[in-house]
């Protein structure tokens, strides 16, 4: 059985990574009320990413390493491999951001192209590291990433432990597995709710075949949750312990990035997909909404 299915200790994995990521703050917005805001955007590299990504090239050891990434994972593991000297690959899926494919060579990575969506890109992932000798780190199917992700989730209870549900944008999963794990250690109730674009909705229908389901590429504005399936890793976990799973359009996710923006929250449209989620559940009681990126076009990735 997977370590992070029983009782990883959250705690040591945030002491781990703390050189490397910052603690971010929980922001408000005048006009919504009830709801905090969790500003991974305002994380290093521009996104949660970087935690999961600092906790897998720590805890897997020296060599270079190998990532698919829409974007902001690879950013993440660009900017890690930077600071402990480790070669670093990343394959891009067509389609992907061009503005975050330079943040990523800027880093001094090297980027490949993948002529397909994210399963065909994962697949030459593995391929490149086979050849080259390099590691592969997952997006989001990896114990050490979803640990890493926790975190984000362990830092919004600990500042607001009276929080009745949390908000999380899902693509892969391994920020929504690590929002299930770091609630399971909460000392209270918390409800955890994922937020799917509705496009990609590979979770709710997973949940509800009972088992992985892999869907077409899938076409929506929020580029970092194109995932085609449940991660190995998060999706036993996620169906063990998230209450709820809500699909959203591309217009609401339009419509909660500009009410951030208005507010002077940088969100990318996958950043504002946990906000257009809460405001079609109506976020009763105390929520939380992770903002789990902000490198638009307009914003460079920043160290």
Same mark, same amino acid.
């Given at each position: 059985?997977?370590?992070?299915?029983?009782? +990883?200790?959250?705690?040591?994995?945030?002491?781990?990574?703390?050189?490397?990521?910052?603690?971010?703050?929980?922001?408000? &917005?005048?006009?919504?009320?009830? !709801?905090?805001?969790?500003? %991974?955007?305002?994380?290093?590299?521009?996104?949660?990413?970087?935690?999961?990504?600092?906790?897998?090239?720590?805890?897997?050891? =020296? =060599?270079?390493?190998?990532?698919?990434?829409?974007?902001?994972?690879?950013?993440?593991?660009?900017?890690?491999?930077?600071?402990?000297?480790?070669?670093?690959?990343?394959?891009?899926?067509?389609?992907?951001?061009? $503005?975050?494919?330079?943040? &990523?060579?800027?880093?001094?990575?090297?980027?490949?192209?993948?002529?397909? =969506?994210?399963?065909? *890109?994962?697949?030459?992932?593995? %391929?490149?590291?086979?050849?080259?000798?390099?590691?592969?780190?997952?997006?989001?199917?990896?114990?050490?990433?979803? /640990?890493?992700?926790? +975190?984000?989730?362990?830092?919004?209870?600990?500042?607001?432990?009276?929080?009745?549900?949390?908000?999380?944008?899902?693509?892969?999963?391994?920020?929504?597995?690590?929002?299930? #794990?770091?609630?399971?250690?909460?000392?209270?109730?918390?409800?955890?709710?994922?937020?799917?674009?509705?496009?990609?909705?590979?979770?709710?229908?997973?949940?509800?075949?009972?088992?992985?389901?892999?869907?077409?590429?899938?076409?929506? &504005? /929020?580029?970092? #949750? *194109?995932?085609?399936?449940?991660? @190995?890793?998060?999706?036993? &976990?996620?169906? *063990?312990?998230?209450?709820?799973?809500?699909?959203?359009?591309? @217009? @609401? !996710?339009?419509?909660?990035?500009?009410?951030?923006?208005?507010?002077? !929250? @940088? $969100?990318?449209?996958?950043?504002?997909?946990?906000?257009?989620?809460?405001?079609?559940?109506?976020?009763?009681?105390?929520?939380?909404?992770?903002?789990?990126?902000?490198?638009?076009?307009?914003?460079?990735?920043?160290?």
């Amino acid at each position: 059985m997977s370590p992070t299915t029983t009782g +990883t200790d959250l705690r040591a994995v945030a002491a781990r990574i703390a050189g490397y990521v910052r603690p971010t703050p929980l922001l408000r &917005i005048d006009g919504l009320p009830g !709801i905090v805001f969790k500003a %991974e955007h305002l994380q290093r590299g521009g996104s949660f990413k970087s935690r999961g990504a600092a906790n897998a090239l720590l805890g897997l050891g =020296g =060599g270079d390493v190998v990532a698919g990434s829409s974007g902001n994972h690879g950013i993440a593991v660009a900017l890690l491999g930077r600071a402990l000297g480790v070669g670093v690959t990343v394959v891009m899926a067509e389609g992907a951001s061009s $503005a975050k494919e330079a943040a &990523i060579r800027g880093l001094g990575a090297h980027v490949r192209h993948a002529a397909g =969506g994210v399963a065909e *890109r994962d697949r030459l992932a593995r %391929e490149h590291a086979r050849r080259t000798g390099g590691r592969v780190v997952p997006s989001s199917d990896h114990e050490l990433v979803v /640990a890493g992700q926790a +975190t984000v989730t362990l830092e919004v209870l600990d500042d607001a432990p009276d929080t009745d549900v949390v908000y999380v944008p899902t693509g892969g999963g391994g920020l929504l597995a690590g929002a299930c #794990l770091a609630a399971e250690q909460h000392d209270r109730p918390v409800r955890v709710v994922g937020v799917e674009p509705a496009a990609a909705r590979r979770y709710a229908r997973s949940l509800a075949a009972d088992r992985p389901v892999r869907i077409p590429p899938p076409d929506t &504005i /929020a580029d970092g #949750l *194109r995932a085609q399936h449940p991660g @190995e890793v998060p999706f036993p &976990i996620i169906r *063990r312990r998230v209450d709820d799973l809500v699909g959203v359009t591309d @217009e @609401e !996710i339009t419509h909660a990035m500009r009410l951030l923006h208005g507010a002077g !929250i @940088e $969100a990318e449209p996958s950043g504002s997909v946990a906000l257009a989620g809460a405001l079609r559940h109506g976020f009763p009681g105390r929520a939380a909404v992770v903002v789990s990126g902000g490198n638009n076009h307009t914003r460079k990735a920043t160290p």
